[in-house]
């Protein structure tokens, strides 16, 4: 290489020696790689060493040298290649003439120097052989060590891995909504099918029963059967298209999170027997960067960089590592998607930018297909300038960036930050920044652009032109000098900007500082007016850019990137940005560096945020500047409405019906004329509003509510928004009264409210099922009394009789839905006529009618003077007021009673439940009680509060007083206590159990020991579905609304046992008292005991002794109330009894007594296990694979046990013909079961697990056929052909450890891909102990090992101890047949005979060159060529391929259709001439309708056919070797730095041009030499001349050498 080629390559950047290659004795001076990534000399590193640590010149980063010192440091590669081409172009052009010598001499010389070379060699010849075998042991006992601990690190990395994997699963449950047109091409078709089967069904009885002819039409049907089906009107492209979307795996931040967390660290090494173990040698590793982080040359300008598996490590860890992430490395390496972060732009400077702030681990992305705009670049002679690029985000990363991506983060992945400097603010949604980590990159750049325009080069010249878009070299100030671009011109006595402007007529100009952002005018200086004077005020501040330094330039990309803040719009969008509103973003980023969040892209602005540090020392949280902006309000959120998508909005309301009376509660009051009501009894909107709160809630409490958050509300918008009570509830928004307010009007209320923008969040969109529920009204058939507006004592009154009440409404007239609805109200008495609220307004002289009306009711009250009873809440409230004035004095005269007493009368008790487990099990406390348990809690705080904790050993069932929550209360242990000194207590007094330390229980006075609660039970109810117990959603139903809630409690029948059945009544939102039990039965939960009732006739005196509920004594008002059961009548609507009162007027008799309540025991069933499987004898055989377990188990059944399994679902589809009467089980003693699938035929089970009303069963003849939850009611405990033993057997593989030390999501999935439902080779290596344990085997695929794949893609590492003894497993005998008396008499041979495989020609020598012709190219170094000589002309029968193929297609549909399709298997393909050509059967590509996917092998190419373009081949044509031959070209490989655009698709790493070009190379005469026969077969090409094919690749850029092959490039 000569020196002027490129003298900064080849030159030593700090001393200006000439990098020089090691030759014979002479030791070279190689370039060498630091850490920060410059490159200097090894004579200079030497020099620059200081105690194993070398300070870079430049950038002052140290770097710490490895064991070998300097000569450890990488070299660098691509200066040693340049070295390495420039030394064999001079050996190729020196042609000398060696000077005669005498030749006697030198061969005596020659004959010595070859006996001591022989003597050396065998010398060394033993010394290799004690190194290779020292070698191998030291490696072995190494690895090992290090297997095992690579193996704790990589279990623990996977259980992190499998939990992300989960987590993006979930984002793939609706991916067949992405298909809908695939959908709607496969309804199609079915419609056309369901009409064929129709109209073939109708043929057929016609022609069964020809009478049939009359009642259809014939012709009609003869046609449908006769069309013929055009493939053609459906669309079958459909399938071929993706979704879209694509996992990628951001290798850039994984391998840095990799390698710090995951490495090999290097020490001293130690003799084998010292090292110590795996545990105590796990250390902190180094902080350091690995080396392939460093730069080599110009980056790719994709922007993602090259894997560690892709690049030849330096060392051996670096080896090791590429193995191990191989694989896992090179496949998203390959779509890896542009990263937002900062990439290197020159290559001025031989080191690499700091690496990206960080990026998504996992993201999935939706390409975004846009059309591509470029501006053609005109270069056409001295004066006219090459246009340079747009700036913008596409600049913030490489290819100037014009990919564009819409990146949907998953779980909270982690957020983009970078940190930049603001050079240039026009307001804050345009401005401009720079990457802080490119500063090194951005001074030399600056340093080069001042030595071009420091000397004489780039001067104008008179007959130069400045055209706009031109790039020049600007002035900015006194020697420092910038690139621009020209924006506008301004020629001398032009008042117009022109486009192209004489230089010596150049009156100003405006340019754009690229690295800046910033546009400046530039006046030109004329002293004199003269053309001289005018050219050198032009060159004091411009310089031109050659075409040389351009195309220098041009693979730098512009440093300043325009940015806008995200959602960010003036305060007043019609007089844009203010005057304050750029100063305060000037001054609140400043001149330092901001860290920089990128939110996403639009247009050419990057949509950012930016943060900056605290402005306060009290505060260590960074800002938000677009929070602070809109904080000073000179700026507000905005969030455009998406194209094409609709704003959703809440239904209307349901209006009730004209003159229909319906409950309703009375939300809010404005006025007589505007208010809201709400109907009642709309247990929906009960469930929907528990279910909003517990969504909104939990994530608030979790964090998770960040992309709920709603910046920027408008008016109109549905939203979920905070109350007064921190509730929420569904809203709209109103208004936007300022000050990041907004008004909302809650729709289910009606009531409005101003809210922070904080108390705002998006709705949902399950929570738009219900309509609103709030309904505008107003009074019907008044109007003010006085002028037209409401007065506000009218206000005030109608609030008081209805506001949050129960009431009557009754719509009157139909409105249109923007005006109230006038109703009447009635107010909701017990008995009598209901009050017209209106009425009662007109009578106190606060309103007045439109026209008189009268009352509701036709008649008057004949006693007006009557005394009604009292509701019963009033009675309870009443109770309550009585017991909370009870005067100290009487509740210390009370006795102490620590248990239960329940009263004399046991309906209408106020109790309040504490603790729900199922309908069938609940505790409540009576509301009497209340000051008893007040003062056992004081007794014990008084008691247990001054002591210490006691060293007890405490045992199941032992009382003992508890601290929870700071109240010491009553409790009883669970379970005797452990060493962890954890406590499970039942709290005696709740019922619920809490876990608690041993320092907070005391041991309870015996005196003390009792309960205050009741465990009971809801009667006359039981579970729905057939189920015997109960569901968890009614479980969870009762929990939620009965826990902590007052009720009124009845109980049924009081006996010893429990839980007491009761009926229990509570209140709903309007204040009306409901059976529990009747909510759960129209909720569906639950259903009705049917049961006889018989009438019991009680005594007369006892019947006339009980008052009725809630009847005043005849003492006065302040008589005890004493309630008993009803004899009056009760108004249902607020006390539903279970049964209908009868009056004690009307008959003497009381209401029917329930029969007592009778619980079903579950009948005591115990069912053996299902005999074991029959286990085969060890050695080869066939089986099929029936399922994949999760847990790697793999079932099969033998080809015996198949014809079993049809016999076997025979005999019990015959036996269960119907289905067994379902009963209550215990299932604990069950094991075999019958169970109905899905399909509703019956299978043989086994009963794994019990889990409520759910079980799990395994299927014992199909092994885990996807292993579910079955209700019960689907399972029966019995067993079905006993007799038959388990057909399926589990088996697992033999020498291989899974990954992990347990079989990965991903391996089971491999696992069902490559074996469910297909017959495979199995060597039984291993009968179990048990009949019932897995059988250990070693399967074969196609004669390929399972184990083998498994390694493969890295799921299983193989048993080093096993590898040896499958190494001897043959392929698989003919299976034997047993001695069975087969009648094969009638038995028909095959009709396709089996042909066997293609063959291959044999090829020359290695090294021997030989003449071919490339028949297909699939890269540019993977073709398929042919040998022109020797096989080419091999005839069979005195005919060559060419004449049989031609003779076969002159007669091809003599030939008969394939109908097997075994993959491999030869056949004759139609192509796209219309003739047949032989092929390879590779797999099928579609089933509707059936494709294959076929290999022309003689031309090497693939083509998609279906099933009715291939032929049986003629086992003639076998005995031609195929003339393609697959093989891959040595000496060159893909570029590491790929600058084209266009990529092949099915090999990004390659480009278009590439291939063009290596066709273009290829139609010479080529000459091919075999390299390497295995694994697969690798030449090298040569032209005409001897060259090596791929060395104009090489030199264009569009290759890279193979320096791993060593290779002669003479």
């Not at 000439?18 to 030791?27: A, F, M």
């Not at 939102?1069 to 639950?1086: K, N, P, T």
């Amino acid at each position: 290489m000569d020196r002027g080629d490129n003298p900064s390559s080849a030159v030593c950047m700090l001393c200006g020696d000439t990098y020089t290659l090691p030759e014979d004795e002479v030791v070279g001076n190689l370039p060498r790689a630091l850490l920060c990534g410059h490159i200097y000399c090894t004579s200079c590193l030497h020099s620059h060493e200081d105690d194993r640590v070398i300070t870079c010149p430049e950038c002052k980063v140290e770097s710490t040298l490895p064991e070998a010192g300097v000569s450890g440091l990488q070299e660098d590669s691509r200066i040693i290649g340049l070295i390495y081409t420039a030394k064999m172009n001079k050996m190729k052009k020196y042609n000398g003439i060696l000077n005669p010598v005498d030749v006697e001499k030198m061969e005596k010389a020659v004959d010595e120097a070859l006996a001591q070379a022989a003597e050396n060699i065998a010398q060394l010849d033993h010394i290799l052989q004690t190194l290779v075998t020292g070698l191998a042991v030291q490696v072995k006992k190494e690895r090992a060590r290090l297997l095992m601990e690579l193996d704790e690190a990589v279990d623990r990395a996977t259980h992190i891995l499998s939990k992300r994997r989960e987590a993006l699963l979930t984002e793939l449950t609706n991916m067949e909504g992405r298909f809908s047109s695939g959908h709607v091409e496969v309804s199609r078709v079915q419609e056309r099918m369901k009409a064929l089967e129709i109209a073939m069904q109708m043929a057929r009885e016609v022609r069964r029963v020809p009478s049939l002819e009359q009642y259809c039409t014939l012709d009609k049907v003869l046609e449908t059967l006769q069309a013929p089906v055009d493939s053609q009107s459906f669309d079958m492209t459909c399938i071929t298209m993706g979704s879209g979307l694509s996992c990628v795996l951001q290798s850039e931040s994984l391998s840095q999170s990799l390698t710090d967390c995951l490495k090999m660290k290097a020490g001293s090494p130690k003799p084998l027997s010292e090292t110590p173990p795996p545990r105590a040698q796990q250390q902190a590793g180094s902080s350091r960067k690995p080396s392939w982080h460093r730069g080599e040359g110009r980056r790719s300008r994709s922007g993602s960089r090259t894997p560690p598996g892709r690049r030849k490590p330096s060392d051996p860890q670096q080896q090791q590592q590429q193995r191990r992430d191989g694989l896992r490395a090179e496949r998203p390496a390959r779509r890896s998607s542009p990263s937002p972060g900062p990439h290197p732009r020159s290559s001025f400077a031989h080191h690499s930018p700091a690496p990206d702030h960080g990026a998504p681990d996992v993201i999935i992305e939706e390409l975004i297909e846009e059309e591509q705009e470029q501006d053609s670049a005109r270069v056409a002679g001295h004066g006219d300038f090459k246009a340079l690029p747009p700036t913008g985000p596409e600049l913030a990363n490489d290819k100037w960036r014009s990919h564009r991506r819409k990146k949907l983060q998953v779980n909270a992945a982690p957020v983009i930050f970078s940190w930049v400097l603001v050079t240039h603010v026009v307001n804050p949604s345009h401005f401009y920044v720079n990457y802080v980590s490119e500063k090194r990159q951005f001074v030399t750049l600056c340093r080069r652009i001042n030595l071009l325009c420091s000397g004489d080069e780039g001067r104008f010249t008179p007959n130069d032109k400045l055209e706009t878009g031109s790039m020049v070299f600007t002035k900015w100030k006194e020697g420092v000098w910038c690139r621009a671009t020209v924006a506008e011109v301004f020629q001398r006595g032009c008042v117009e900007a022109v486009g192209a402007c004489p230089i010596t007529r150049l009156a100003r100009l405006r340019v754009f500082f690229l690295d800046y952002g910033f546009i400046k005018t530039i006046d030109i200086e004329d002293e004199d007016g003269t053309p001289d004077s005018s050219l050198k005020g032009v060159n004091d501040v411009l310089r031109r850019v050659d075409l040389s330094v351009q195309l220098e330039l041009s693979h730098c990309a512009p440093y300043a990137i325009k940015c806008s803040l995200k959602e960010l719009v003036p305060t007043d969008l019609r007089k844009g940005w203010s005057k304050e509103a750029q100063v305060e973003f000037r001054r609140v980023v400043g001149s330092a560096a901001v860290e920089m969040q990128l939110c996403g892209q639009d247009r050419d602005f990057l949509l950012v945020d930016l943060r900056k540090g605290p402005m306060d020392r009290g505060n260590d949280l960074p800002i938000s500047v677009r929070e602070y902006l809109v904080f000073i309000e000179v700026a507000r959120f905005y969030s455009p409405v998406m194209v094409g998508r609709r704003q959703l909005l809440y239904y209307p309301p349901v209006y009730p019906k004209i003159n229909t009376e319906l409950n309703a509660v009375v939300t809010h009051i404005n006025t007589p004329a505007d208010f809201y009501i709400q109907l009642v009894d709309n247990m929906e909107f009960l469930l929907l509003t528990a279910k909003l709160q517990d969504c909104y809630s939990a994530m608030a409490v979790g964090g998770g509510d960040g992309d709920l958050h709603l910046y920027c509300p408008m008016i109109g918008q549905a939203c979920v928004a905070h109350f007064d009570d921190k509730v929420w509830y569904r809203a709209q928004v109103i208004g936007h009264p300022g000050d990041r307010k907004v008004e909302v009007l809650y729709v289910d209320f009606g009531n409005k409210k101003i809210l922070s923008f904080n108390d705002l969040r998006k709705i949902k969109d399950e929570f738009f099922a219900l309509p609103a529920m709030a309904i505008h009204c107003c009074l019907s058939d008044v109007v003010p009394l006085e002028g037209e507006s409401w007065t506000d004592t009218c206000t005030d009154r109608l609030t008081s009789l209805a506001h949050q009440k129960l009431v009557t409404v009754m719509a009157t007239e139909i409105v249109p839905r923007n005006k109230p609805l006038p109703v009447r109200l009635f107010e909701s008495g017990l008995d009598g006529p209901m009050v017209n609220i209106a009425e009662l307004l007109v009578t106190e002289e606060l309103a007045c009618f439109r026209t008189r009306l009268g009352s509701r009711d036709a008649e008057p009250s004949l006693d007006d003077s009557a005394v009604w009873d009292p509701p019963l809440e009033d009675l309870l409230s009443a109770e309550g007021r009585s017991a909370d004035q009870q005067t100290p004095a009487d509740e210390d005269q009370e006795q102490l009673q620590p248990q239960l007493q329940l009263p004399a009368c046991l309906k209408d008790l106020k109790v309040r439940v504490t603790h729900v487990r199922s309908p069938d099990s609940f505790y409540v406390q009576l509301t009497r009680n209340d000051a008893q348990l007040k003062r056992v809690c004081e007794l014990l705080k008084r008691q247990c509060a001054p002591t210490e904790p006691q060293e007890v050993e405490w045992k199941a069932d032992m009382f003992c007083a508890a601290l929870i929550n700071g109240v010491w209360e009553r409790g009883q242990i669970c379970s005797s206590v452990t060493s962890s000194n954890i406590a499970e207590v039942v709290r005696c007094d709740f019922g619920n159990k809490v876990k608690l330390h041993v320092s907070n229980l005391r041991p309870l006075q015996p005196d003390l020991v009792g309960s205050l609660i009741l465990e009971c039970t809801l009667s006359d109810i039981r579970p729905a579905g057939g189920r015997s117990t109960w569901t968890a959603t009614a479980c969870d139903f009762i929990s939620y609304y009965l826990t902590g809630a007052s009720a009124v409690m009845t109980i049924k029948e009081l006996t010893d046992e429990r839980p007491v059945p009761v009926v229990l009544s509570c209140s709903n939102q309007v204040g009306q008292f409901v059976s529990f039990a009747d909510s759960l039965v129209s909720e569906g939960l639950a259903l009705r005991e049917r049961k006889p009732r018989e009438a019991v006739v009680p005594k007369p005196e006892e019947t006339a002794s009980e008052p009725p509920v809630g009847e005043k004594q005849p003492g006065g008002p302040d008589t005890d109330i004493k309630r008993s059961p009803p004899s009056t009548p009760a108004r249902p609507a607020l006390i539903p009894f279970p049964f209908s009162p009868i009056s004690n007027s009307t008959s003497p008799c009381t209401p029917p007594k329930p029969a007592p309540r009778t619980h079903v025991s579950a009948e005591k069933v115990k069912t053996q296990l299902y005999h074991p499987p029959e286990l085969p004898c060890l050695g080869h055989i066939r089986m099929s694979v029936s399922a994949i377990g999760e847990d790697g188990v793999i079932y099969a059944r033998t080809h015996h046990a198949e014809c079993q399994l049809e016999q076997l679902r025979d005999r019990i589809q015959q036996s269960m013909k119907t289905l067994p009467r379902q009963k209550p089980y215990t299932w604990k003693s069950v094991l075999g079961c019958a169970v109905i699938g899905t399909d509703m035929l019956w299978y043989r089970g086994q009963l794994l697990e019990a889990l409520g009303g759910q079980v799990k069963v395994r299927y014992v003849d199909y092994g885990l056929v996807e292993v579910e939850n079955i209700p019960v009611v689907h399972v029966y405990p019995m067993l079905l052909c006993e007799d038959v033993p388990h057909l399926c057997m589990p088996c697992q593989l033999h020498g291989v450890n899974p990954v992990g030390r347990q079989w990965q999501p991903d391996a089971v999935a491999l696992l069902k891909e490559l074996l469910l439902n297909r017959c495979v080779d199995v060597q039984v290596m291993e009968l179990p102990t048990e009949p019932r344990d897995c059988l250990t085997v070693h399967i074969s695929l196609d004669g390929m090992a399972l184990s083998r794949i498994l390694c493969h893609h890295q799921h299983a590492s193989m048993d080093h101890s096993a590898l040896a003894q499958q190494e001897h497993i043959m392929a698989s005998p003919v299976a034997c047949l047993d001695d069975w008396d087969i009648d094969t008499e009638g038995l028909k041979s095959p009709e396709e005979p089996v042909l066997g495989p293609f063959t291959y020609p044999e090829l020359p020598q290695e090294g021997q060159q030989f003449q071919v012709r490339v028949k297909h190219l699939w890269t540019p170094n993977e073709l398929f060529l042919w040998p022109v000589e020797g096989p080419a002309d091999v005839k069979v029968d005195a005919e060559s391929l060419v004449e049989a193929l031609a003779r076969i297609n002159q007669d091809v549909d003599s030939l008969p259709r394939l109908t097997s399709f075994p993959p491999g298997a030869p056949c004759l393909a139609e192509y796209s001439d219309g003739k047949y050509y032989r092929a390879k059967l590779m797999n099928f590509i579609s089933t509707d309708p059936v494709m294959m996917l076929v290999k022309h092998v003689d031309f090497g190419s693939d083509d998609t056919l279906p099933t009715s373009k291939l032929r049986r081949m003629p086992a003639e044509l076998l005995r031609f070797p195929v003339q393609a031959l697959k093989v891959r070209v040595a000496g060159f490989k893909a570029p590491s730095v790929g600058l084209e655009r266009d990529v092949l698709p099915y090999s990004p790493r390659w480009s278009t041009k590439a291939a063009l070009d290596m066709i273009d190379l290829l139609h010479a005469r080529i000459t091919a030499s075999v390299v390497s026969r295995q694994p697969e077969l690798t030449v090298l090409l040569h032209n005409e001349k001897g060259e090596l094919v791929h060395l104009p690749l090489v030199r264009s850029g569009l290759a890279d050498l193979d320096l791993d092959l060593d290779l002669d490039l003479d």
